[in-house]
């Protein structure tokens, strides 16, 4: 679970130095005095879409963070389910189902699709082989997966992969 917060954190620190570079940068094109050699920059400064490629990018920044800490956080909270209910067959039924589902469409997916290597598929097939000996090696990762964007309804639904209702949360939060 840390390690989501620490990703989400350190993305938005990134979009914030962006910010503060994107301040100063403003401030060069209101300096009569600029460096010859940032006349470019000034002249780029001054052009209207300035604003809009700063704008544009602080949002895909920010949705990128969204996303990432979505699927960070999804495969914590199934690794740390795995280490609570120690054994795959303790697991809620919910929760095998959409693991033994998700695992082998993401191994045909490697197959199919070159998506991963080979490697993957080997440690995804033997992470499944293990839970069905009653093993818990998950493949936490398949959890989070999504080909939607991760608004609230597509997260309440990734979610709830892992036997966890989210349902009783109104849409309007």
Not at 15 to 42: W, Y
Not at 121 to 137: A, E, I, P, Y
Request: proline letters at 2%; charged letters at 20%; a negative charge.
């Amino acid at each position: 679970m840390k390690s989501s917060i620490t990703g989400l954190r350190q993305s938005m620190a990134g979009v914030a130095d962006f910010i503060n570079f994107a301040a100063n940068m403003g401030k060069i094109r209101t300096q009569p005095s600029a460096a010859p050699c940032l006349h470019e920059v000034a002249l780029y400064l001054s052009a209207p879409s300035w604003h809009q490629h700063t704008y544009s990018f602080c949002i895909v920044s920010i949705y990128g963070a969204h996303e990432r800490f979505i699927r960070d956080f999804c495969s914590d909270v199934a690794l740390i389910l795995g280490k609570i209910y120690e054994s795959y067959s303790r697991l809620p039924e919910k929760m095998r189902l959409s693991h033994e589902k998700l695992s082998i469409e993401r191994a045909r997916d490697v197959l199919e699709r070159r998506f991963g290597d080979h490697h993957d598929f080997q440690q995804w097939v033997s992470n499944l082989n293990s839970c069905f000996d009653d093993g818990m090696s998950l493949n936490s990762e398949v959890f989070s997966s999504s080909s939607s964007n991760y608004r609230s309804h597509v997260v309440k639904d990734v979610i709830g992969r892992m036997g966890i209702d989210l349902s009783v949360i109104d849409e309007n939060v």
